[in-house]
């Protein structure tokens, strides 16, 4: 979980901000015969085929960004369903997660997909101490 208000605090700094931290590459997505798929690093975006963003580092020495699970060697398929392949991707995500319920990045690492979902929360809800058991 995340509060809004953590959230809205990397939103309010810009995209561009926020990515001075992240080191990425393009990665391009090639079907192989069978039906299996593989990443390739895409030396000629304009040949390519859109996979997604290898992460080579992601905002190394943030504690707040190294809680969030990425990993060097992880591709992002996507965040909320946009692909970020252009500027404009980016921007709508960014406006978009003000409003957003959860934060959904779809990823693969290590070849396998995986997906992170993070609720994100307008307030704490205090905790009971004893909860009410059902009889």
Do not use: E, T
Not at 77 to 91: E, H, K, S, Y
Not at 98 to 120: E, H, Q
Request: glycine share 8%; hydrophobic share 40%.
């Amino acid at each position: 979980m995340i509060l809004r208000s953590q959230l809205l605090r990397v939103l309010d700094r810009k995209p561009g901000v926020f990515l001075q931290g992240v080191d990425v590459q393009m990665v391009a997505r090639s079907q192989l015969p069978g039906g299996r798929h593989y990443w390739k690093m895409s030396a000629d975006r304009s040949r390519s085929i859109f996979g997604g963003w290898y992460i080579r580092s992601f905002h190394p020495g943030d504690p707040c960004m190294s809680r969030s699970g990425l990993r060097r060697g992880d591709i992002i398929a996507d965040v909320n369903g946009n692909p970020l392949r252009r500027p404009d991707d980016m921007a709508r995500l960014w406006k978009a997660l003000r409003s957003a319920r959860r934060l959904v990045v779809r990823l693969y690492r290590d070849g396998r997909p995986l997906v992170f979902v993070v609720k994100i929360a307008d307030q704490v809800r205090a905790r009971s101490r004893s909860r009410p058991q059902a009889m």
